[in-house]
């Protein structure tokens, strides 16, 4: 039995948003198979909070995966990206 396998180019997307329209940015280059570090440091929390509720929605709906990175950074990718985190022992 021969298994047949796609490859899918691996791209990330690095977007400081500024609107709410950059949601939809966001949410498409997800839906194109690419990783996407959403960063909202620019924008007010209630903004921000909207923005990032859209693209979770969005990415949830195509059984994609949402990763918080930092107070205002975010990790969306596809369904087909693994994300593993790992903290460093503090020595």
Request: net charge negative.
């Amino acid at each position: 039995m021969d298994s047949e396998f796609v490859f899918l180019p691996s791209q990330v997307l690095i977007l400081r948003c500024h609107q709410h329209a950059d949601a939809l940015t966001a949410a498409s280059a997800v839906k194109q198979h690419k990783s996407v570090v959403v960063d909202t440091e620019e924008m007010d929390a209630a903004a921000a909070q909207r923005l990032l509720d859209f693209v979770a929605g969005a990415v949830d709906a195509i059984d994609g995966n949402a990763e918080r990175l930092g107070e205002n950074s975010f990790l969306f990718t596809p369904h087909q990206v693994q994300v593993s985190r790992m903290d460093s022992a503090v020595e």
